[in-house]
Antibody
Framework: EVQLVESGGGLVQPGGSLRLSCAASGFTVSDNYMTWVRQAPGKGLEWVSVLYRGGGTYYADSVKGRFTISRDNSKNTLFLQMDSLRPEDTALYFC???????????WGQGSLVTVSP | QSALTQPPSASGSPGQSVTISCTATSSDVGGYNYVSWYQQRPGKAPKLLIYEVNKRPSGVPDRFSGSKSANTASLTVSGLQAEDEADYHCNSYAGGNSWVFGGGTKLTVL
């Protein structure tokens, strides 16, 4: 059974950093492309970043230069390093598995990040 | 990155059909057949409903169907049931290794 479990969220001050983790089971992270999607309170979904099988990484303009997506193949885990956090980064962050059809077939339950003084 | 526009709300009575639209501000939706729809119940993760415009994953009832015309994609829920009450999000691959979501539509079953 495919499962994705996020962790690492919490309360952080503006300008601070957090690293989110997404532990996968039931499939191999490095055999797929993986993505992060966030949802601000009461808002819609926003695509954040993607990590391809070959290691290529891409980001939404809103986080480019501040967030870094990566993976640890030995732990079958995806990460999102978030630096220079801003109040507008406050959101529930989901990791999801991508498919060749450019859609996301499995999602984690999310990890809440709150950026506030 | 451009946006996808969805109506903030939609509603229907049990047994009726409801269609939710998803309109691109540019050619993001029209240029690709990579439109997907996700259902999200309160406090839950999004769940894949439709992919590649009109395909359903196994386990999704055939009451859910998708279509696309020019720059507008649509999700139709037929034979509405109480359990269909949820938020629905459209998504499209936007090229340049990026994706875009709509703002989400809250579906109420009256």
């Amino acid at each position: 059974e495919v499962q994705l479990v996020e962790s690492g969220g919490g309360l952080v001050q503006p300008g601070g950093s957090l690293r989110l983790s997404c532990a996968a089971s039931g499939f191999t992270v490095s055999d797929n492309y993986m993505t992060w999607v966030r949802q601000a309170p009461g808002k819609g979904l926003e695509w954040v970043s993607v990590l391809y099988r070959g290691g290529g990484t891409y980001y939404a303009d809103s986080v480019k230069g501040r967030f870094t997506i990566s993976r640890d193949n030995s732990k079958n885990t995806l990460f999102l390093q978030m630096d220079s956090l801003r109040p507008e980064d406050t959101a529930l962050y989901f990791c999801a598995r991508g498919t060749s059809g450019r859609f996301f077939d499995y999602w984690g339950q999310g990890s809440l990040v709150t950026v506030s003084p | 990155q451009s946006a996808l526009t969805q109506p903030p709300s939609a509603s229907g009575s049990p047994g009726q059909s409801v269609t939710i639209s998803c309109t691109a501000t540019s050619s993001d939706v029209g240029g690709y057949n990579y439109v997907s729809w996700y259902q999200q119940r309160p406090g839950k993760a999004p769940k894949l409903l439709i992919y590649e415009v009109n395909k359903r994953p196994s386990g999704v009832p055939d009451r859910f169907s998708g279509s696309k015309s020019a720059n507008t994609a649509s999700l139709t829920v037929s034979g509405l049931q109480a359990e269909d009450e949820a938020d629905y999000h459209c998504n499209s691959y936007a090229g340049g290794n990026s994706w875009v979501f709509g703002g989400g539509t809250k579906l109420t079953v009256l």
